[in-house]
């Protein structure tokens, strides 16, 4: 007998509901290779404080790269350059990125802001993000977290898409914004 109905289900496995997986199907684990398991043993055995350190190492060396090469004095198309500006001519959504670093770490924010205001903007927030995260993870410490909804991310990555066009259009007062 055929069962009709709002319930019935027609399909090849008339035993599982709509969506779930068939009954008695199992799939092997997926065995890691070398690379993988070389990190996955380094990850277990090292400290807590290991990864924010890292994290805090890779933040450091983009400071220093800022510092050294000195972007505010190099030619627009000294190396390294971004490559959506070199091939197209545009500003892409991070151009200035680095001079605003470098202003900021100079401590001045006007410039920085000039530069890239979105970035300058986002620093606080990005670094109170950083550290409440290092400080739970390296000290267990509990830091009151940021709590960003998606729909707070989803309007600013929107503003800075609406930020990256603009800065592109060619006539006056969006030519103000050129980097």
């Known amino acids: 007998m055929h ?21 008695g199907v199992a799939y092997p684990p997926v065995e890691p290779d070398r690379f993988t398991r070389l990190v996955l043993r380094l990850h ?15 933040v450091g060396l983009g400071m220093a790269y800022a510092l050294l090469s000195d972007p505010t004095h190099s030619d627009p198309d000294a190396r390294p ?41 986002s620093l606080p927030f990005l670094a ?14 509990r830091l009151p977290e940021l709590r960003i909804s998606p729909r707070v991310i989803g309007g600013f990555l929107a503003l800075w898409l609406a930020f990256s066009v603009a800065r592109n259009l060619p006539w006056a007062p969006f030519t103000s914004l050129y980097v």
Not at 99 to 120: E, G, M, S, T
């Open 3 to 23: 069962a009709s109905g709002p319930h019935a289900h027609h399909g090849p496995y008339p035993e599982r509901a709509a969506g779930a997986w068939p009954a």
């Open 44 to 58: 277990a055995r090292a400290p807590r404080w290991a990864v924010p350190l890292a994290a805090l190492g890779c």
């Open 81 to 121: 350059t971004c490559l959506l500006k070199l091939t197209t001519g545009l500003d892409c959504p991070g151009c200035g990125g680095t001079r605003a670093l470098w202003y900021v770490l100079h401590a001045d924010l006007p410039a920085a802001a000039r530069h890239h205001f979105l970035f300058v903007f």
């Open 128 to 141: 109170w993000l950083f550290v409440s995260w290092a400080g739970n993870r390296a000290f267990g410490w």
